[in-house]
């Protein structure tokens, strides 16, 4: 008797109502879509970041305002929201930098990249921008 795998499934139209919901995507897989979302959210986010530097550098009043800004509010936009815009651009820059820095490894050592490395690495990667970005998420937020 012999034992033969388990035949694997072939995807090759996938079928967005079926196949995605029990498709499993890979860790690295994830990691990398969120490289590419955590870039579109900094380019998107860029007139705030524009917004913020000028604000805080320009005077001694409008750096009030731009403190004013992350506690009372701006405008209609309540100040735990602006906080909220400033976490996610802190998280995509965070993760943009960990996953890039993991895509540099790869390129530079794609030899010997083997598929737990990817798995391994991804999840690493995971873990260090959610942990930085709690750590500074919660300086925001004046936690300490």
């Known amino acids: 008797m012999t034992d033969q795998a388990k035949p694997r499934p072939e995807f090759r139209n996938i079928n967005i109502f079926k196949d995605v919901r029990t498709y499993r995507l890979p860790w690295a897989g994830k990691v990398s879509i969120l490289h590419r979302v955590s870039g579109m959210l900094m380019f998107v986010l860029l007139p705030f970041v524009f917004w913020m530097f000028d604000t805080s550098l320009s005077s001694e009043i409008s750096f009030a305002t731009f403190k004013g800004a992350f506690n009372e509010g701006l405008g209609f936009v309540p100040g735990w929201f602006v906080k909220l815009a400033a976490l996610g651009l802190i998280w995509s820059y965070l993760h943009h930098l960990c996953a890039g820095v993991r895509h540099l490894m790869i390129d530079m050592n794609h030899e010997r ?21 709690v750590i500074l998420g919660a300086k925001l937020f004046g936690l300490y």
Do not use: C, D, R
């Open 113 to 133: 990249i083997t598929k737990e490395w990817g798995a391994s690495s991804a999840i690493v990667t995971l873990v260090v921008s959610l942990g930085l970005t």
